[in-house]
């Protein structure tokens, strides 16, 4: 790290860490738009390519912006290396990659994200990886995954869409009792909420494209954890591989960070007053957020996260007709599938996100006709509630 933060708050991080002003001494981070940088000299060429002295060589592994994003989300996430990526899922397979062989099993929850999924069960097994997927909150079912191959465990809490949570001390210890590494996607809830590195996880994952940008703008991901796995083996699969972040991007998430813990602050509030508000409506069967007392989970929330996050799951009264009458009676909403944005967006998971799971999978997952995922945002919440009171007034 080039500079000193461990004093640092985590909003004081997001804002500092990683920026050397250079000759020009510019205050705002500086854009490095190039795709390679030069030597004075054939020997300084050479010591460099040697890895002998630091130094930039070629953006797929060594750019200024993306750096300075690297050191901030890796200081924001307590984590010795980062590595910055095309996008989440580029983030994903470089883990894959770089940590894994041949003859390797994962054990994954099943309620992660859908391209995920596929990754793991149709371009992994194609060389080797295979995959068990157990129940999110079954300690007992993650165990008993667990065989002599097992290499990694990955999960993502809280769930998508109905936010069900993993208890990521005890996987951790699970994953240390079986010499496997614990691998957590942190999208939703972000470092602001959640610091997977500080209960136990070997790796945290994010698509960059959620709430570090916060303001759909780019696609990116990102890779935190120690020096050897991320600093080594990760960044090696990016030298090599290439699936990077470009300096436009990573400069665009670092704008994103400065205003994260803010943004995820007014989210959980937004979310939390839906979510009660929510619960009153006659329409409504069931609400699905950690923040509610009422969630399964509610005490593991308190203890895990420093806030339940923005996205808001409910089911309504008559199955698919009227899930689709409420998303189709907004005018403000955003129909869409994205998540982690200023602008608040609807999704009915049935037949969007989870529509290429079978009627029984939907089932096991709890994916019903009457399902509604609203990713809650920064609006003002009573033209968000006006939005949808149209809606359910109708059913
Ligand atoms: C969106 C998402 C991803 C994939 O990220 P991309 O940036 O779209 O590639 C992975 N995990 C979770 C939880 C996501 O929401």
């Known amino acids: 790290m080039s500079q000193k933060y461990d004093d640092w708050g985590l909003a004081t991080r997001a804002i500092r860490v990683g920026h050397e002003r250079t000759h020009e001494r510019e205050h705002g981070e500086p854009i490095f738009p190039t795709s390679s940088f030069t030597f004075n000299s054939a020997a300084e060429a050479a010591a460099c390519f040697a890895g002998e002295v630091p130094g930039n060589i070629y953006s797929r592994f060594t750019n200024p912006t993306v750096r300075t994003f690297e050191q901030r989300l890796a200081a924001m996430e307590g984590g010795e290396s980062c590595v910055a990526t095309a996008s989440g899922m580029a983030a994903i397979l470089a883990v894959c990659l770089g940590l894994l062989k041949s003859g390797d099993h994962i054990v994954s929850s099943r309620s992660i994200f859908g391209t995920t999924t596929v990754l793991f069960e149709k371009y992994l097994t194609r060389f080797g990886i295979s995959t068990t997927f157990v129940s999110q909150t079954d300690i007992e079912g993650w165990e008993k995954g667990i065989r002599p191959n097992t290499r990694m465990l990955f999960v993502e809490t809280p769930s998508n869409p109905l936010t069900d949570l993993a208890d990521i001390e005890m996987l951790s210890n699970l994953a240390k009792a079986y010499d496997c590494l614990l691998v957590v996607d942190n999208c939703f809830c972000t470092p602001v909420l959640q610091q997977p590195l500080a209960l136990g996880a070997d790796l945290v994952i994010h698509s960059a494209t959620k709430y570090l940008d916060g303001q759909g703008r780019c696609v990116g991901g990102a890779v935190v954890g120690d020096a050897k796995l991320v ?163 109708l059913l």
């Open 231 to 393: 600093g080594e083996e990760v960044y090696g699969v990016l030298r090599t591989a290439g699936p990077s972040m470009s300096p436009f991007n990573a400069w665009v998430f670092l704008k994103g960070l400065e205003t994260l813990d803010l943004r995820m602050q007014a989210h959980s509030r937004n979310a939390t007053e839906l979510a009660k508000w929510l619960e009153d409506q006659q329409a409504i069967d069931q609400v699905y957020f950690p923040g509610l007392e009422s969630h399964p989970q509610y005490k593991l929330a308190i203890k895990q996260q420093k806030g339940p996050g923005g996205i808001v799951s409910f089911t309504v009264k008559g199955g698919q007709d009227a899930a689709w009458k409420v998303m189709d009676s907004t005018k403000m909403l955003s129909i869409t599938a994205n998540l982690g944005d200023t602008k608040t967006t609807i999704t009915h998971p049935a037949t969007t996100t989870h529509g290429r799971l079978s009627p029984e999978q939907q089932c096991e997952a709890g994916i019903s006709g009457g399902l509604v995922r609203v990713a809650v945002g920064l609006e003002d919440i009573e033209d968000i509630k006006s939005d949808l009171v149209r809606g359910l007034a």
